[in-house]
């Protein structure tokens, strides 16, 4: 290390628990980042800052106007000029830490592109905003042995939890399955800035604990915490399951190909989106989204607008979004406003 890195990194190799030893292995550690919305910007300024080495930042997404109260790597300029987040986070990065290698990717994470965009990662930090997108990352993490930190936040509650193949429960094996009700997304429900920074905050701390050599350390527990309502609760997660279908029978199933894909129709500019049966209370889902915009409802489908878009959802989970011919961005709008 370099007299610039000794100065620059000072308090954290003061920190017994990093040291310089710890600083350099942070160095040559590379961490892929899932999704740069609220969390996701926030683990990619803190590592940038705490000097890991390299850092893949993955997000489908466009910065918009109602991200910038809690996404804290953009500014008004970037949401005036909609710039994918991952350019826009790769070149605030570059701002914030020269001397480290940052890289984003606007892409939406699939079975097909998941070995190429996670492949040679240390560890997975999860900022996305879907089980199908955890599911996805928990199945490929757990079947190369590689460390993921979920995380999720809505309204002032949030929770996250490590994952470290071999030794700790893996998502699936404490939520075998997605929540199959509607979920209250950020889109419909709202969300406090404190508690994604609580949460991605919790994720940070496990991943420098584990980059810097001390996995050890990194104890598999579920914290669940909420930050207007008070309390903050952690329960250690029951040892792996033997019949888990991913960490325990190893079928990876989200890892197939043909699971997720959504489709673009045709001669229209619509995305189908079909990728898990799933049963929706369509008029639970109109009132969800009923303060958002123009939604009508019949128990066969619920149609709803919002901006250039138009969203009609099935009640087995299907949608169908109108207004675009990018898939990522038809899954990102389903994941915003169905959940
Ligand atoms: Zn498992």
């Known amino acids: 290390m370099n007299a610039a890195d000794g100065e620059r990194y000072s308090r954290q190799i003061l920190f017994a628990g990093i040291g310089a030893s710890g600083q350099e292995a942070l160095g040559c550690s590379h961490v892929v980042i899932v999704g740069c919305g609220a969390l996701g910007s926030f683990h990619a300024a803190a590592l940038a800052r705490a000097g890991v080495g390299r850092l893949t930042i993955l997000d489908r997404d466009y910065v918009e106007p109602s991200n910038l109260q809690r996404q804290w790597l953009f500014e008004e300029a970037d949401a005036e000029a909609a710039l994918p987040k991952a350019v826009a986070a790769e070149r605030r990065i570059a701002v914030i830490n020269s001397g480290i290698s940052a ?3 606007v892409a939406d994470l699939t079975a097909t ?50 994952v470290i193949p071999g030794r700790t429960a893996c998502l699936r094996c404490v939520y075998p399955d997605a929540p199959s009700n509607v979920q209250p997304t950020c889109e419909t429900a709202g969300v406090l800035n404190a508690i994604v920074a609580a949460v991605a905050a919790l994720q940070v701390a496990d991943a420098l604990k584990f980059l810097s050599g001390h996995a050890d350390l990194v104890v598999g527990r579920i914290t669940t915490l909420d930050v207007w309502q008070g309390g903050i609760r952690q329960i250690e997660t029951p040892p792996p399951d033997p019949q888990c279908p991913c960490c325990g029978r190893r079928e990876f199933v989200h890892l197939e190909e043909s699971v997720r894909e959504p489709v673009r129709m045709c001669g229209r500019n619509a995305v189908q989106i079909h990728d898990r049966e799933r049963t929706i209370d369509l008029l639970e889902l109109r009132s969800r989204l009923e303060p958002l915009g123009e939604v009508r409802a019949s128990e066969f489908a619920l ?37």
């Open 113 to 162: 592109n998941a070995l190429r965009l996670l492949g040679d990662a240390d560890l997975i930090l999860d900022g996305s905003d879907n089980f199908e997108t955890r599911y996805l990352i928990n199945d490929f993490a757990v079947s190369r042995g590689m460390p993921w930190i979920y995380g999720a936040a809505v309204g002032s509650y949030g929770v996250t939890m490590p």
């Open 303 to 339: 149609r709803f607008v919002t901006g250039p878009y138009e969203l009609t959802v099935f009640p087995d989970g299907r949608a169908i979004v109108k207004g675009v011919s990018d898939t990522g961005l038809a899954r990102s709008l389903y994941a915003r406003y169905v959940g």
């Open 103 to 105: 890289r984003g990717i």
